[in-house]
């Protein structure tokens, strides 16, 4: 799977957008984006997927670049809600029954959203 | 609304002891994992299933055993506890039709005295 490099930390005033990146510049053609959160050492929380596409559900908007080697997770509205460990990851896609790759979670970005 | 449960949520044990951490899943996924993860560190994958009667090592080494004799249900066995056991237990399991999207438990948290 490509390697992916998150800023380890970063700050967002509540009720701001924050958007968070992630470039995985050694992706492959059928490598997914994934993109999860961890509060306080709960169990992660899947927030959305994309392969080339933007794609955008209730909890965020993922932007990919055209060249796909760059993402950025966007959270409208923050809150405090949202300070949480954010997991960027690269893997190729569970449709391939043979592919059986877990996740690997790497350090992600640690986002403190602030009053 | 919990569709992953895990048992205990905290365990305390004495050194030597045989402990088994229970992961259950109502959504009939085929895949399932247990990840570890130390107080403010990264999640570690250590076991992995793609279905019943199948079961796979992680990345990282563990003393931990695990069996899937049905499909809901993916347990977690150490047969003499040490305190370098000492971490959260995490498990997870994912299906094909959320492209592969994991839904997580809330963890047990597990100290060997």
């Known amino acids: 799977d490509a390697k992916t490099t998150q800023p380890p930390s970063m700050d967002c005033a509540e009720g701001r957008a924050a958007n968070l990146p992630c470039n995985h510049s050694t992706i492959s053609g059928n490598e997914y984006v994934y993109w999860y959160r961890q509060i306080h050492s709960q169990g992660p929380q899947y927030i959305i997927h994309g392969l080339k596409n933007n794609e955008t559900n209730e909890m965020a908007s993922l932007i990919i670049t055209e060249d796909r080697k760059s993402s950025t997770l966007i959270l409208p509205h923050a809150t405090l809600r949202d300070t949480a460990v954010y997991y960027c990851?690269?893997?190729?896609?569970?449709?391939?029954?043979?592919?059986?790759?877990?996740?690997?979670f790497g350090k992600g970005t640690s986002l403190l959203v602030t009053p | 609304e919990a569709d992953i449960y895990q048992t205990p949520r905290y365990l305390v044990i004495g050194t030597g002891k045989k402990i088994t951490l229970e992961c259950s899943q109502t959504?009939?996924?085929?895949?399932m994992y247990w990840y570890q993860q130390d107080p403010g560190m990264e999640l570690h994958l250590i076991h992995y299933?793609?279905?019943?009667?199948?079961?796979e090592k992680g990345d990282l080494s563990s003393e931990s055993t695990v069996s899937r004799i049905r499909t809901e249900h993916f347990p977690l066995t150490l047969e003499s506890a040490r305190p370098s056991h000492t971490s959260q237990y995490l498990c997870?399991?994912?299906?094909?039709?959320?492209?592969?999207?994991?839904?997580f438990g809330s963890g047990t948290r597990l100290t060997v005295v």
């Open positions: 959504m009939g996924h085929d895949k």
């Open positions: 990851i690269v893997r190729v896609g569970a449709m391939d029954s043979n592919s059986g790759y877990a996740l690997n």
């Open positions: 997870a399991s994912s299906e094909y039709s959320r492209g592969g999207g994991y839904t």
């Open positions: 299933s793609y279905g019943v009667n199948s079961t």
